[in-house]
């Protein structure tokens, strides 16, 4: 067998792994969960408890609505806004065979939104209460994954399947404007937001920046995205994400049309008075398969976009080693880069903004 067919092999096995993919954190279909009440109408709410609230605008891949979590913290001026991950589809075989995306089937609700949370509470994320939460008196605001297009999508396209054809609706971009106009409404005196996403979440937070510099006009805004370098990726792939997803372009990132990878730079350069922060495994698995790269490529291509489209003074890296996905769900077991630093003062400098 030679190396070509060695590698397509193995590339198979990787993207055979990745099916049925569930949120971060999520391992199967019945996990523990958090407490999460879902509240109809513009009631207010109870601070530091999780709220569901149902948007009736939005619309999951199969159809359904989604609705989005909010818990007030002691302020109401500093914001963690959070995006879910959870893989993505793009064609027949990865929408319909290996279910390579989340929340494709599913008709989402208080409940799955407390499993959901439940890996970021017990993690420190999203837990006020916890050491290693860099944001102890901001209020929460969590945004779900049901769509399977990086949050970024426009479009129904219909996949073949075996019973005929089967529509996904790939509105995460749509979903995602409904969500902010309701966040600037809830948090009208917002002056400090922080972005922060994982896996899809982390690729949803970059990629729909200007949506939200605009919408939160001029409070301060950072980024910090988990297991979401924006690699290379075949040019193929590239065409098939935004034919079948109906993509937008950032806004004023002109090469972005020619390759994602070149988004980063472009925000870098355009908004410096933003900071960028990002973790990553350096040989992430769940990457390799999507990317369909074996994962010593991966590796590679991780130390290029290091070294050729994130750097700046507004920029910092947590570099760990291993093949894992979402370091952030190892905020507080200790995790350390590949210099020696604790992922939890690495993310409390970043934030700190040193």
């Not at 991966?298 to 370091?327: C, M, P």
């Not at 190892?330 to 690495?346: A, C, R």
Request: overall charge negative; aromatic content about 12%.
């Amino acid at each position: 067998m030679n190396k070509s067919w060695i590698s397509a092999l193995t590339v198979m096995i990787l993207a055979v792994t990745t099916a049925c993919i569930y949120p971060p954190g999520l391992r199967s279909k019945t996990n523990l969960e958090i407490d999460v009440e879902e509240i109809k109408g513009e009631g207010e709410l109870d601070r530091e408890r999780w709220h569901y609230i149902e948007m009736e605008e939005t619309v999951c891949a199969n159809g359904s609505t989604a609705g989005m979590g909010l818990n007030f913290g002691e302020s109401r001026r500093e914001v963690v806004v959070y995006l879910n991950g959870g893989g993505a589809c793009w064609d027949a075989s990865s929408c319909n065979l290996f279910r390579t995306a989340a929340n494709l089937d599913i008709t989402y609700g208080p409940g799955r939104m407390g499993e959901e949370l439940y890996p970021l509470v017990k993690s420190g994320l999203l837990d006020r209460d916890s050491e290693v939460n860099p944001w102890p008196q901001a209020s929460f605001a969590y945004i779900p994954y049901c769509t399977g297009d990086l949050h970024s999508g426009r479009a129904t396209t219909s996949y073949d399947s075996f019973g005929g054809d089967k529509p996904i609706h790939h509105r995460g971009a749509e979903n995602l404007e409904h969500f902010l106009k309701r966040l600037t409404k809830v948090f009208p005196e917002a002056e400090k937001i922080w972005l922060v996403g994982i896996s899809a979440g982390g690729y949803g937070i970059t990629w729909n920046f200007p949506l939200f510099r605009e919408a939160f006009g001029e409070a301060e805004i950072h980024v910090f995205s988990d297991a979401s370098p924006w690699l290379p990726v075949g040019d193929h792939l590239w065409a098939e994400w935004k034919r079948n997803w109906q993509m937008d372009m950032p806004r004023g990132c002109v090469m972005c049309d020619v390759a994602p990878d070149h988004l980063l730079r472009y925000l870098l350069e355009a908004y410096p008075e933003s900071r960028f922060g990002i973790s990553v495994f350096e040989r992430d698995s769940t990457l390799a398969a999507f990317m369909r790269v074996m994962p010593v490529e991966i590796e590679k291509n991780i130390e290029w976009f290091l070294e050729e489209r994130f750097y700046g003074d507004n920029t910092s890296a947590f570099v760990a080693q291993g093949n894992e996905h979402e370091a952030l769900l190892f905020l507080d077991s200790g995790l350390t880069s590949k210099d020696g630093q604790l992922l939890s003062e690495f993310l409390k400098r970043w934030a700190d903004g040193y």
